[in-house]
């Protein structure tokens, strides 16, 4: 904690701001990246919500008071960024955020940088039918191996409900998998 905290001074501090942001990007750009990939599926959406992301967390740096990990404070900033990223595009397109998702998850087999296969895609299917929060959690634990206390710091969420929220996540997954 004493270890982060000084990192966060470099951060702040104009003499060291540069060299610390780099770092920062250095160690948080690729989980960043994977865990905003597995929200908004497309490739250059990922990237604009990344770079909005690190855009936020320059700004809001200074009001971060330490109560959680820097880690899990940049990933609730990313997770909050990519909703909102995606209820913003299924509005301008006049379309419920399922119905973008399903579109998106269509387009997956063009993307160059998706290397899924049919099961990988069947599986973003399932995911889409969930509830938002079920969808996190899901993707969170199985994707990007997060484990539950993690989640809940960035959530906010108890560990309890999370396993709660997985568990009945898994169920219907199974469910849709075996009967599509």
């Known amino acids: 904690m004493q270890e982060e905290q000084e990192f966060i001074q470099e951060l702040l501090n104009p003499k060291t701001q540069n060299q610390a942001f780099e ?20 490739h250059d959406d990922t990237d604009d919500v ?3 992301t690190f855009v936020k967390v320059f700004q809001h740096l200074k ?30 397109s006049g379309i419920s955020s399922e119905t973008l998702q399903n579109i998106t998850i269509d387009n997956l087999k ?19 039918l969930l509830p938002e929060k079920q969808q996190l959690v899901f993707k969170m634990k199985y994707f990007e191996e997060l484990k ?4 809940s710091e960035i959530l906010g969420t108890s ?22």
């Open 23 to 42: 770092r920062l990007l250095k160690n948080y750009q690729k989980p960043l990246y994977n865990h905003i990939r597995n929200i908004v599926l497309n």
């Open 50 to 52: 990344l770079q909005n």
């Open 63 to 92: 009001n971060f008071k330490g109560e959680s990990k820097l880690f899990s404070w940049m990933y609730r900033i990313a997770t909050n960024e990519a909703l909102t990223f995606l209820n913003q595009k299924s509005k301008k």
């Open 110 to 128: 063009a993307d160059v940088y998706f290397d899924g296969n049919e099961i990988q895609l069947k599986l973003q299917k399932a995911i889409v």
């Open 148 to 151: 539950y206390e993690e989640i």
């Open 159 to 180: 560990v309890g409900a999370l396993k709660a929220s997985y568990h009945h996540a898994v169920k219907k997954i199974e469910a849709f998998v075996t009967t599509n």
